[in-house]
């Protein structure tokens, strides 16, 4: 079949053994893309109805951290793709080094295999470590921003108006409210990086998949035969 002209033993290796769990790692956070920025937004809803315009604040840092998560999000897809394409590379290598061992044995061409596996290795590295990097960093950001917001809000919250006190009681239910946002700001970024994964897996598969099963052109049929 088509499917398999372009792609190699490695490659499928790599659709049942990476791609298929990826796809299945994605289902039980699949909710949360909606769930997490609906519980946001309720959450703030009532802090506003607390500490008023001061509400503002903490939304202005939330709007700045966004676009950056958007932005490392893209990024972290682009090396993931080029990740796994260094890694089907690599099996493919490895499978026909595997499959032709003995003429490599006989002519003594292993350390100039093995170096040319580690040069691929090590571009696959690379691309892990990149992604690795990004992915702390939106971690970071995410999970800094329920202080970083909190803390706007109450500084804003007592420097607009002098008549604004910080009573326990709006400290504590603001707080509370703090809270209630932090599981889904914390599991959003993650959900993110799933889905990334789960879109880059799906094209893959989708590409094998749907590969032409025959050439119709050396195909006949005889209609006169039933």
């Given at each position: 079949?088509?499917?398999?002209?372009?792609?190699?033993?490695?490659e499928?290796?790599?659709?049942?053994a990476?791609d298929?769990?990826?796809?299945?790692?994605?289902?039980?956070?699949?909710?949360?893309?909606?769930?997490?920025?609906?519980?946001?937004?309720?959450?703030m809803?009532?802090?506003?109805?607390?500490?008023?315009?001061?509400?503002?604040a903490?939304?202005a840092?939330?709007?700045?951290?966004?676009?950056?998560?958007?932005?490392?999000?893209?990024?972290?897809?682009?090396?993931?793709?080029?990740?796994?394409k260094?890694?089907?590379e690599?099996?493919?290598?490895?499978?026909?080094?595997?499959?032709?061992?003995?003429?490599?044995?006989?002519?003594?061409?292993?350390?100039?295999?093995?170096?040319?596996?580690l040069k691929?290795r090590?571009?696959?590295?690379?691309?892990?470590?990149?992604?690795?990097l990004?992915?702390?960093?939106?971690?970071?950001?995410w999970?800094?921003?329920?202080?970083?917001v909190?803390f706007?809000?109450?500084?804003?919250?007592?420097?607009?108006?002098?008549?604004?006190?910080?009573?326990?009681?709006?400290?504590?239910?603001?707080?509370a409210?703090?809270?209630?946002?932090?599981?889904?700001?914390?599991i959003l970024?993650?959900?993110?990086?799933?889905?990334?994964?789960?879109?880059?897996?799906?094209?893959r598969?989708?590409?094998f998949?749907?590969?032409?099963?025959?050439?119709?052109?050396?195909?006949?049929?005889?209609k006169?035969?039933?």
């Open positions: 079949s088509a499917a398999r002209k372009i792609s190699t033993v490695g499928v290796v790599n659709l049942m990476v298929a769990q990826r796809c299945a790692d994605f289902a039980p956070f699949m909710h949360f893309l909606w769930a997490a920025p609906i519980t946001i937004i309720v959450a809803y009532f802090l506003w109805q607390i500490v008023g315009v001061s509400m503002l903490g939304l840092v939330m709007i700045i951290v966004i676009p950056f998560n958007g932005f490392t999000a893209n990024k972290i897809k682009k090396l993931q793709t080029k990740q796994m260094y890694k089907d690599r099996v493919k290598i490895i499978n026909e080094i595997m499959s032709g061992i003995k003429v490599l044995k006989l002519y003594a061409w292993e350390p100039s295999f093995k170096d040319y596996i691929i090590d571009k696959e590295l690379k691309q892990l470590r990149a992604s690795a990004w992915g702390a960093s939106i971690s970071f950001f999970l800094s921003s329920s202080f970083l909190s706007a809000t109450f500084g804003m919250f007592v420097l607009i108006d002098e008549r604004n006190v910080l009573t326990a009681e709006i400290a504590f239910v603001a707080t409210l703090f809270n209630v946002m932090r599981i889904p700001i914390i970024p993650m959900s993110i990086q799933l889905l990334l994964q789960f879109l880059v897996s799906v094209k598969i989708n590409k998949m749907n590969a032409d099963e025959l050439d119709l052109g050396s195909v006949s049929h005889d006169s035969r039933k």
